[in-house]
Nanobody, 123 residues
């Protein structure tokens, strides 16, 4: 199961780095995605990275502000979030997939969801 951590309370315009790691396993051979969810709404795709880091995808809402990266030595994937706005407030989750490129934004194609981490951006 995956663990997402690094969330917190930040002011508008601030930055956070979220981390995703696997307990008792490794992420290194998987595509890893980040999603976010607010109460009453569906889980929303944020970003994903392929197993070799060669391809990254970002949701339009975060392009130019967020980046995704991975560290094979630490077996972790990171979501670097800059220029945060209150609209970014959500619980952020990470999960893995082996799905095809065309399905990488579909949360139903991901598994090993762990507890998310809360990100709150104050205005």
């Amino acid at each position: 199961q995956l663990q997402a951590y690094g969330g917190g309370l930040v002011q508008t315009g601030g930055s956070l780095r979220l981390s995703c790691a696997a307990s008792g396993g490794t992420l290194n051979s998987y595509k890893v995605g980040w999603f976010r969810q607010v109460p009453g709404r569906e889980r929303e795709f944020v970003s994903t990275i392929t197993w070799n880091g060669g391809t990254t995808i970002l949701a339009d809402s975060v392009k130019g502000r967020f980046t995704i990266s991975r560290d094979y030595a630490r077996q972790s994937v990171y979501l670097h979030m800059n220029s945060l706005t209150p609209e970014d407030t959500a619980v952020y989750f990470c999960a893995v997939t082996r799905t095809v490129y065309s399905s990488l934004k579909d949360p139903d194609k991901y598994y090993n969801w762990g507890q998310g981490t809360q990100v709150t951006v104050s205005s």
